[in-house]
C-alpha cells in the first residue's frame, strides 16, 4: 500500500511533536530541586548522555547527567551590548537556545582560547555551524571570579579545568554534546528530561 506525501508528513509532524515534549519538559519542568548540592569538581564523572546547561542571567553552567547528578560552576557569556570585533559589528549577547557541539577545533590565538586553543563549536538546533562556543580564556580565572560574568564577544568561557571535563564529556558522547542556553532557571531549579537526547532526532527530522 502507498502513503501519500502529505500522509507521510502528517506522520512526520506527529513525531517531531512527540519528539518536542523533552523540550517543554525541560523549560517548564522540574528534576533536580535546588536543595540538591552539586557535585564537586573533584568527584565529577563524566557520562554519556550528560548535556551542558548555560544560564545566562546568572553566567552559571550546569553538567547534568543521567542519574540526575550535576556539576555547577561559573562561566562567562557575551557582554549585552553592540561590539566591533574580526571586522563585524553585532549584539554580543549570547543568544538562548538548543545547540549541538559537535567539532573540536585549534585556535592559534592563545589569548582569546586559552593556553591549549581548544574551542568547540556550536550547531545551531544542531544542524547549522555558527561563530558560537565554548572556549577557555587567557585571563579567564579573573573573567570568571568577577561578580558580572558579562565578558566574551558572545561565546561561552569556562576555566580551563572545566574545559577538560567538557573535552572527555564530548568524547563520550561521540562528538555530539547538547547544549542549552537559557536566560534563567525557573525558581532556581537545574531542569533536566532523561529522554533529552530524543531532541537531537526531533531537529534532525525533514518535512
Known sequence: MQVSKITRRL?????????????????QGTV??????????GEWYAGKG??????????????VNQNGSYLKFSVATGQRRVVRYIGRVYDATTPTGYWIASSKEKKGDRITFGKEGTFFR???????????????HAYGAKMLSDEVRFKSMGCIIVSSEILSVLEITFALNDGQLP?????GLS???VTYSKNMQSMSLENSIRY
Not at 533536580?32 to 569538581?41: D, V
Not at 551542558?52 to 553538567?63: Q, S
Not at 556550536?122 to 577557555?136: E, M, V
Open 11 to 27: 506522520v512526520f509532524y506527529a513525531l517531531g511533536l512527540s519528539l518536542m515534549v523533552p523540550f517543554i519538559a525541560y523549560s
Open 187 to 189: 525558581n532556581d531549579i
Open 179 to 183: 547544549v542549552f542556553t537559557v536566560y
Open 32 to 41: 533536580i530541586p535546588s536543595e540538591t548540592p552539586s557535585t564537586p569538581l
Open 122 to 136: 556550536l550547531f545551531k538546533n544542531g544542524r547549522d555551524q555558527t561563530s558560537y562556543g565554548i572556549h577557555a
Open 50 to 63: 550528560d548535556i551542558f546547561v548555560v544560564d545566562t542571567k546568572e553566567n552559571t553552567g550546569y553538567l
